[in-house]
């Protein structure tokens, strides 16, 4: 089953009182009530909340998250217990394949005066209905929902967790047979810790044979309201010592550290302090880390993450591919990521002014037009204008249309890097004017300077380097090439407050302090100093885009580290246990960089992965290979 599908939101009939699917010719939850079934059935059922108490992670497995009722009950449940008893972070991943749209989840979940407020967030928090994992985060980061929105057949197997309870959920077996079949049911299977448990109100046949045969024992309980059974299992038929064989060469990382990892957080040493280390560190000290955060610089951002503006845009495309879909999350999940800084430290500039994509041409303007029909993508995620909207928004008065993307916009690099030092700080050690020459490893990783001296030590080293990434012995069999980008400031910005950014060949940044924000330029040569030709290359992309001329002009240069492939790299460098990359953010990095710092976080601490597994594939170091030993 492809991965790439089109969202089509649930229709729901609140008609009955009981919310219903016309389609699948059945209701969301009993109809002796949602919240009181989903703590019988589903909590009871896989003994929460006790089993979680004092665990540092816990991962629910749930297929069909609806109107999300199951989610909020173990929420509620979490929050009503003491700290002592909660888990640390509770994970609660649910593949859904007709997201209600915002306002159809408001009305569903008004009645619900128990959670009001957590249904509140959980409004406030709904994506974009786009497909794809999207991770939501509540309770400072201690309630994670992953919400894998698509086919389930076709989302399970491109999740990574390791499963310690598992809700089943679909409509009856009968109207929804897809949500119970023999080999759904294998995959979230492949998806269970040992001892996980599971609970359904469903007792059908075929469902229990199903899981008996995946290595579930399955018993029978009293059921729910007016339903005479539910179904309990437990995932304890399989020796312990064959879980690594089940899930053979690394595929589920996750299950290989609930099998073997440590169970208290580390701490790891990161070189390099531009977006992705910072973001980085934070995305660890979130989990209890203690980090070493190491540059050759006085201050963050100082290298490529030194632009006072970069554009915050998803990337399209007619077969919707790896970079499209990563691209997705990403841009997503950064706008959730600068969002939370914000509200933690104020610092972080930025603006959502939208993006608008001008296209060059008219079979341009025809062929963005036919993706977005195509992807049926929502108004809040992309929109398509022609020529007489666009030109409503950008200056110039555009000959074509273009994407809008109303979400997106601009923020200043290095006020991210400072928010996330400030937000990470009790657990980050920064060691500026710091220059790693090399890493070594005797069963931890040092960072060692020229003269040998010892900079820092920790079990786990990230290099996240930028474009000195491929400097270092682990890395230099990596293909990454450096990019030289000149942007220019202009003076004055002739633009309202508001304008969007405008992209097509380049693009035009309005209303930040520095002044009009025009780039940028692709360079191979290694010139760090602004020149005038690059200047030139920019006012005539500012002429093309904006049909503006504006003449006092400053420069900045930076260089993009760019793999082969045109992907980021991040996760484990094969054959270097404990050494992590997080490179090659090309010109894409203030988009990237979050979500992969969120994978690497997860991929150490053993927790969920934000991303499918063919788009973690795609960005892992291991696909060019291990260095020579
Ligand atoms: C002109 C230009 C325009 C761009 N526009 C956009 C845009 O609009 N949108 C977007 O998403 N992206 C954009 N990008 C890309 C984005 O800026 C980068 O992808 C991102 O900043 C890379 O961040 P980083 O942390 O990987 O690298 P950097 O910011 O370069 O950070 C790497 C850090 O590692 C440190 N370091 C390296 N080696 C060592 C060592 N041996 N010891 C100690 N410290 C070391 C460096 O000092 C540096 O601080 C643009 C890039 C350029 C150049
Ligand atoms: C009974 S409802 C889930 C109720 C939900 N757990 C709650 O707490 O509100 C069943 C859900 O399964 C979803 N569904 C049906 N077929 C699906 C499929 N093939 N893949 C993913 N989700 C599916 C439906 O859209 C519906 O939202």
């Not at 089509?8 to 219903?20: K, L, M, Q, Y």
């Not at 809040?380 to 997106?408: I, K, N």
């Not at 290359?537 to 793999?563: I, K, W």
């Amino acid at each position: 089953m492809p991965v790439m599908t089109a969202i089509i939101p649930a229709r729901i009939d609140f008609e009955s009182g009981t919310p219903r699917s016309p389609a699948f010719d059945d209701i969301y939850h009993s109809a002796d009530g949602g919240l009181p079934q989903a703590r019988t059935v589903f909590l009871e059922g896989n003994g929460l909340p006790q089993r979680w108490a004092g665990k540092p992670v816990f991962q629910i497995l749930e297929t069909g998250f609806g109107i999300g009722l199951n989610f909020l009950a173990t929420w509620l449940a979490w929050l009503q217990q003491g700290d002592v008893e909660r888990c640390g972070r509770l994970h609660f991943v649910s593949v859904e394949k007709h997201p209600p749209l915002r306002k159809d989840l408001v009305r569903a979940l008004s009645p619900y005066g128990d959670v009001r407020e957590q249904a509140a967030q959980l409004v406030a928090a709904w994506p974009p209905l786009v497909a794809g994992l999207h991770r939501l985060e509540f309770e400072a980061g201690r309630i994670v929902l992953t919400l894998a929105l698509g086919h389930a057949a076709a989302c399970l197997p491109q999740l990574t967790l390791a499963a310690d309870a598992v809700y089943l959920d679909g409509f009856a077996p009968a109207r929804n047979p897809d949500m119970w079949d023999a080999a759904l049911l294998r995959h979230v299977a492949r998806l269970c810790a040992p001892d996980a448990t599971l609970a359904t109100w469903c007792v059908a046949g075929a469902v229990r044979r199903a899981l008996e045969h995946e290595g579930f024992s399955v018993s029978r309980q009293p059921g729910f309201g007016h339903k005479r059974e539910r179904l309990v299992a437990h995932f304890d038929r399989i020796p312990r010592n064959a879980f690594p064989r089940r899930n053979a060469s690394g595929r589920n990382p996750v299950l290989a550290h609930a099998l073997n990892g440590p169970s208290s957080p580390g701490h790891a040493l990161i070189v390099g302090a531009g977006i992705a280390g910072c973001l980085m560190a934070e995305s660890l000290a979130r989990r209890g880390w203690t980090i070493d955060l190491i540059d050759r610089h006085p201050a963050p951002a100082q290298e490529a993450s030194g632009n006072p503006a970069g554009i915050l845009r998803p990337v399209l495309s007619k077969d919707d591919n790896l970079a499209s879909r990563l691209g997705r999350a990403a841009f997503l999940h950064s706008l959730r990521t600068l969002d939370r800084l914000q509200a933690a430290t104020g610092l972080v500039e930025q603006r959502r002014c939208g993006v608008l994509h001008l296209a060059q041409d008219e079979t341009q303007a025809a062929l963005q037009e036919a993706i977005v029909n195509a992807q049926r993508y929502p108004d809040d995620y992309v929109r398509m204008l022609d020529a007489s909207e666009a030109s409503r928004l950008a200056a110039g008065s555009p000959a074509h249309g273009g994407w809008l993307f109303p979400g997106g916009g601009w923020v200043n690099p290095p006020s991210v890097c400072r928010a996330a030092l400030a937000a990470g700080a009790s657990r980050v050690r920064t060691h500026w004017n710091t220059t790693v020459d090399r890493l070594a490893f005797d069963g931890s990783w040092r960072a060692l300077a020229a003269d040998g001296t010892p900079l820092a030590e920790a079990p786990l080293a990230i290099l996240a380097a930028g474009a000195h990434a491929h400097e270092f012995r682990h890395t230099a069999h990596l293909p990454l090439q450096c990019i030289r980008g000149q942007i220019s400031l202009l003076n004055p910005d002739p633009f309202p407050e508001g304008t969007p950014v405008i992209c097509g060949d380049g693009y035009v940044i309005s209303g930040l302090a520095e002044g009009l924000c025009v780039g940028a330029t692709y360079d191979t040569d290694d010139d760090p100093m602004p020149r005038d030709s690059s200047t030139q290359e920019n006012l005539a992309r500012l002429e093309r885009l904006v049909r503006e001329v504006v003449r006092t002009h400053s420069g900045r240069v930076g260089f993009r580290s760019v793999a082969r492939d045109r992907m980021p790299l991040a996760g484990p460098l094969p054959g270097q246990e404990g050494l992590h990359a997080l490179m090659g953010m090309a010109s894409r990095g203030l988009v990237w960089s979050s979500l992969c710092a969120e994978l690497v976080a997860c991929w150490v601490a053993g927790e969920p992965l934000p991303l499918e597994w063919d788009i973690v594939q795609a960005i892992a170091p291991a696909r060019f290979g291990a260095a020579s030993r």
